[in-house]
Nanobody
Framework: QMHLVESGGGLVQPGGSLRLSCVTS????????IGWFRRVPGKEREGVAC????????HYTDSVRGRFTISRDNALRTAYLEMSNLAAEDSGTYYC????????????????????WGPGTVVTVSS
């Protein structure tokens, strides 16, 4: 069993930056791939950034590549999403998730293998 809690969301102006954190508890984070997903009202949830267990393989959705960076600190049992040059289209509820099996690509594209989700944190990009 694993418990995930996101934080770091809020209101930011266009062009600004935010860092989201996902603190986990329970089973060691070492065993899991991690991912960040977002949901915008009226649209399906999409995988934004995902990171493999070891070796650092990553997958980013096209709209955030070069602006967002996913990372993890297994010792702190925490995952991060650094977001820069934010735009209104980045607004939404951001969720972190972990997957015991599968690749970062499968996790982001198909929500493959996801075992646990956090409750989400809201990001609003507006002037």
């Amino acid at each position: 069993q694993m418990h995930l809690v996101e934080s770091g969301g809020g209101l930011v102006q266009p062009g600004g930056s935010l860092r989201l954190s996902c603190v986990t508890s329970g089973t060691s984070l070492d065993f899991y791939a991690i991912g960040w997903f977002r949901r915008v009202p009226g649209k399906e949830r999409e995988g934004v950034a995902c990171l493999d267990r070891e070796g650092g393989g990553t997958h980013y959705t096209d709209s955030v590549r070069g602006r967002f960076t996913i990372s993890r600190d297994n010792a702190l049992r925490t995952a991060y999403l650094e977001m820069s040059n934010l735009a209104a289209e980045d607004s939404g509820t951001y969720y972190c998730a972990v997957a015991l099996f599968g690749s970062s690509e499968d996790m982001c594209l198909h929500e493959g293998g996801i075992n646990f989700w956090g409750p989400g944190t809201v990001v609003t990009v507006s002037s």
